[in-house]
């Protein structure tokens, strides 16, 4: 599973996902966005555009899946949570959780860490602008480098935040989105201010 805002979805959010299939041999990516994030600030964008655009983005890739699991479960999008939703769903398959490092940085700080570690092996994805982790990096944040699985490959330079400046400013974001995002980023004149 790779959850996040996805405000908006975009190119970082499918080689985040590629890198980690190949990285540790996953059958499938489920995205989830996340109703409430613990640690951002509210979404711009109304979680039916947001979930829209991830399904526009993943379409034709039989590797992706969404799920509305976060959307449809009141208060904060926990991980423990729909981890624990997805072993009641999947309960012969083992879960991984697709996390930039930006996001393992912040792991020890999590809504019970100890039981996310139990459920599900971490997939630590490198992230263009920060160093790459290594295993006492990992050890650090409160992962268990047994059951993390540390992904180097290179991923491209793209952020929501320097995506909704982009539309805000009238610059171009062709090739930092899917092109079904882009067109539905601007047919609904979503960040345009």
Not at 149 to 178: F, M, N, Q
Request: with cysteine; proline share 8%; glycine share 8%.
């Amino acid at each position: 599973m790779l959850g996040g805002t996805f405000d908006p979805f975009h190119n970082g959010h499918l080689a985040a996902a590629t890198a980690a299939i190949g990285c540790a041999s996953l059958d499938r990516v489920i995205f989830i966005p996340a109703a409430q994030p613990p640690h951002r600030p509210p979404a711009i964008a109304s979680a039916q555009q947001r979930l829209d655009m991830v399904r526009l983005g993943t379409t034709g890739d039989a590797r992706f899946a969404v799920s509305e699991a976060e959307l449809k479960r009141e208060g904060p999008s926990y991980t423990v949570d729909t981890l624990q939703e997805m072993q009641r769903i999947h309960p012969h398959e083992e879960i991984f959780v697709i996390l930039g490092w930006d996001a393992a940085r912040l792991f020890s700080t999590w809504h019970k860490p100890d039981e996310v570690r139990e459920l599900a092996t971490i997939v630590v994805v490198a992230r263009p602008r920060s160093e790459s982790p290594g295993e006492e990096d990992l050890e650090g944040v409160g992962l268990d480098k047994v059951r993390t699985v540390l992904c180097l490959r290179a991923t491209p330079d793209i952020s929501a935040s320097e995506i909704r400046s982009a539309v805000v400013g009238g610059k171009p974001i062709t090739g930092k989105v899917p092109p079904a995002v882009e067109r539905y980023i601007a047919s609904h004149r979503l960040y345009a201010g």
